[in-house]
């Protein structure tokens, strides 16, 4: 059975710093998701990705796949009080549905 | 944008009350799922429906949920006799051809408390 695990759980960071959240997965997928989740919202699409090496960034957030590792990273460059919230990696099971990580949650402060 | 709309935001419910949670899908999707967040937890997968049937099912997704689209515009999770840790927040999704190839869309959720 698919399985994902993030780390850090959780990820307290001081503004203008970089950080990287990891998330890795048990077997061979299709495609990743990347979610932002503020406190009592819904998911919010950040990125998805395709194929092995891909690269996508948006503002301060990058996110690359590396599938023979089965490893995702979600880099962070000079966080700012903004992008406090918790990010969510999701791989596509072979029956379609989501799987989850456990989430990271990410406290910028000044 | 397209949306997936949920009703009601949030729900109070007895224990051992009947609960409906009402999604209202993109319309021209075609795969529905309800998925669900216990306070503080990770997503969890609870049922996936396509072409008017049950596509797989979650170990959680026992004989007091059931899901139905009765109109072909709605589609409903209903939870037969709640318990208290069915408290948890509910999403639905739909997505045109599957999340391989076209892509989730999440609705903005229904906070149950069962009390």
């Known amino acids: 059975e698919l399985k994902v695990e993030q780390n850090p759980l959780f990820l307290s960071m001081q503004e203008g710093k970089n950080y990287t959240i990891y998330c890795n997965y048990s077997?061979?997928?299709?495609?990743l998701y990347w979610y932002r989740q503020d406190p009592g919202k819904s998911l919010e699409s950040l990125f998805v990705?395709?194929?092995?090496?891909a690269v996508k960034q948006e503002g301060r957030l990058m996110a690359s796949l590396d599938t023979k590792a089965r490893l995702s990273t979600l880099h962070i460059t000079a966080a700012v009080h903004d992008l406090s919230a918790t990010y969510f990696c999701a791989v596509v099971a072979p029956s379609d549905k989501l799987i989850f990580g456990t989430g990271t949650r990410l406290q910028v402060f000044p | 944008e397209p949306e997936v709309t949920q009703t009601p935001s949030h729900q109070v419910t007895q224990m051992g009350q009947e609960v409906i949670l009402r999604c209202v899908p993109i319309s021209n999707h075609l795969y529905f799922y309800w998925y669900r967040q216990i306070l503080g937890q990770k997503v969890e997968f609870l049922v996936s429906f396509y072409n008017n049937e049950i596509s797989e099912k979650s170990e959680i997704f026992d004989d007091q949920f059931s899901v139905e689209r009765p109109d072909g515009s709605n589609f409903t999770l209903k939870i037969r006799s709640t318990k208290l840790e069915d408290s948890a927040m509910y999403f639905c999704?739909?997505?045109?051809?599957?999340?391989?190839?076209?892509?989730?869309?999440f609705g903005s959720g229904t906070r149950l408390t069962v009390v």
């Open positions: 990705l395709l194929s092995n090496g």
């Open positions: 999704a739909s997505s045109l051809q599957g999340p391989v190839n076209s892509g989730y869309t």
């Open positions: 077997t061979t997928s299709d495609r």
